[in-house]
């Protein structure tokens, strides 16, 4: 394991205090509602301030542009190998690339990978199977992040066969090993700071499918597809693996992102970092829960789909502590416990929750947020649809193409 991994699944499973809102908690409530979901600009300095400030025209925290050299177009395991081993800054990847029966981690771990874009060939066919790509600037200097990452146009995915197989030092933290199975994620993003991940697809990973943690800052997750396939919900054998000291089955590990390791991590306990923009994403099927939102986090336009059966979903967003979320114009399908609050322990139970124009189908809401700002609580521009078009133009659009 290596030197403060773990650290990103900290209280992510039943070590979670979980609240009702009559619990007597740190809420802090939003002003009076606004009913125009139209695009909007400029808020005044007191919200700025807090929101961050981004430039205007984004739809989200993040301008990242990755890199200007030229392109290396890569095919296989090798070549994507000498790519990464050569600094190369702008990767394409071209057809369905397998790690091997181990996941495989990419790790980008300096400033020296500022300005990088990995992608995938157009056509929707590129694929990285049991590989992991994470940008990772924790040993960096205090206050140093790596910038200005691009991840776009890739599908991401576990090889069942291979996991199921794992030797215990890949999948029991109590063992001496890599533990490469308990923490593979598709992409991670650690200390990284103007990150825009889109048009991706990530399903069938053995930790959560993504996560951003470590006060990364100004993410902009969009027209993403996460999910779990039913190959993996009925996996058998179905073997049991040691996250954080407890075991459980792997098929029962579908989760779908850390947003901040801890509260001490968190926006408002932490270094108020992790400003992100989720929108226009599927989140579905077969998901248990998440998001685990411990950040700045402004969700649109997101589709949450749980109309497969078996899921045994315990929530869709998962307010955790020192959050401030604001959702709006979603469309949730047959979520169970929507919104629900979930903190690190019982004495840091600050957020901010609010809430407008959300579509709530044959759902069990959890918490209601309160009503949204008078004001804008983001400094960028942005455009929503309601929320009852979601599902068609989510589907259509989400996902490599």
Request: hydrophobic share 35%; proline share 4%.
């Amino acid at each position: 394991m290596k030197k403060g991994k773990r650290f990103d699944i900290n209280f992510k499973r039943s070590g979670l205090f979980i609240f009702s809102l009559s619990a007597g908690l740190l809420f802090s409530a939003c002003q009076k509602q606004s009913t125009t979901p139209a695009a909007v600009k400029n808020p005044p300095p007191s919200l700025a301030a807090e929101a961050k400030v981004a430039d205007i025209g984004t739809d989200g925290y993040s301008t990242a542009t990755g890199s200007t050299a030229s392109a290396v177009t890569v095919t296989t395991l090798s070549q994507l190998q000498t790519a990464f081993n050569n600094g190369s800054h702008h990767i394409i990847i071209s057809g369905n690339i397998y790690g091997g029966a181990v996941p495989l981690t990419f790790t980008f771990s300096t400033t020296g990978w500022n300005n990088t874009t990995i992608e995938g060939a157009s056509g929707g066919q590129a694929v990285l199977q049991n590989i992991q790509l994470k940008f990772d600037g924790e040993l960096l200097a205090t206050g140093t992040n790596i910038q200005n990452i691009v991840v776009k146009n890739i599908t991401f995915y576990g090889n069942i066969p291979s996991l199921q197989a794992l030797p215990s030092s890949e999948t029991d933290i109590s063992v001496s090993g890599n533990h490469s199975g308990v923490n593979y994620l598709g992409v991670s993003f650690r200390r990284c700071t103007n990150v825009s991940m889109d048009h991706c697809t990530i399903y069938n990973t053995s930790d959560d499918l993504w996560c951003a943690t470590l006060a990364s800052d100004d993410l902009t997750i969009s027209y993403c597809h996460f999910y779990f396939t039913s190959s993996w919900l009925n996996m058998s054998p179905n073997p049991s693996w040691n996250w954080i000291g407890t075991y459980q089955p792997l098929a029962d590990e579908r989760l779908a992102a850390v947003l901040g390791q801890n509260y001490s991590d968190s926006y408002t306990y932490g270094t108020q970092k992790l400003h992100i923009t989720i929108h226009d994403n599927w989140f579905g099927s077969l998901m248990k829960g998440r998001p685990l939102c411990r950040g700045y986090v402004h969700f649109f336009n997101n589709y949450f789909d749980n109309g497969t059966a078996g899921s045994g979903q315990y929530n869709a967003i998962q307010i955790g502590s020192g959050c401030k979320v604001y959702s709006e114009s979603n469309y949730f399908y047959q979520t169970v416990n929507t919104n629900q609050l979930g903190f690190d322990d019982g004495t840091h139970t600050a957020y901010t929750f609010c809430e407008r124009n959300n579509d709530y189908n044959t759902t069990s809401v959890g918490v209601s947020g309160a009503a949204w700002p008078g004001s804008s609580p983001v400094p960028y521009s942005y455009t929503v649809v309601a929320a009852s078009t979601v599902p068609s133009s989510v589907q259509t659009n989400a996902g490599p193409h």
